[in-house]
Nanobody
Framework: QVQLQESGPGLAKPSQTLSLTCTVS??????????WSWIRQPPGKGLEWMGV???????VYEPSLKSRISISRDASKNQLTLHLTSVTPEDTAVYYC????????????????WGQGTQVTVSS
């Protein structure tokens, strides 16, 4: 059974870089045809897909975040990392690590497993 656990600071100051880690257990983040994403939900709003790192290590980001976001992985630790630079209060949200298998042409691919989420508040 695959489980995901987000971790990182719950508070960040404007203009700083937010760094979050997702630890995956029960499966390898490098397994073929598996995809690992970061999704967030601001207060009172819907889910926002941020980006994905595929089994081959390539990444795709939401265009509106592309200049500020970086997703990486550490296979030896089976961990994913999110870096979001120049944060503002609008980046306040619950951040989720999401993963799963499938093909990119299938609706909802790579979204079988969800972490419990971690609250991040951006405030001075």
């Amino acid at each position: 059974q695959v489980q995901l656990q987000e971790s990182g600071p719950g508070l960040a100051k404007p203009s700083q870089t937010l760094s979050l880690t997702c630890t995956v257990s029960g499966g390898s983040i490098t397994a073929y045809y598996y995809w690992w994403s970061w999704i967030r939900q601001p207060p009172g709003k819907g889910l926002e897909w941020m980006g994905v790192i595929a089994y081959a290590g390539n990444t795709v980001y939401e265009p509106s975040l592309k200049s500020r976001i970086s997703i990486s992985r550490d296979a030896s630790k089976n961990q994913l990392t999110l870096h979001l630079t120049s944060v503002t209060p609008e980046d306040t949200a619950v951040y989720y690590c999401v993963g799963g298998g499938g093909v990119s042409t299938s609706p909802g691919y790579g979204m079988d497993y969800w972490g419990q989420g971690t609250q991040v508040t951006v405030s001075s």
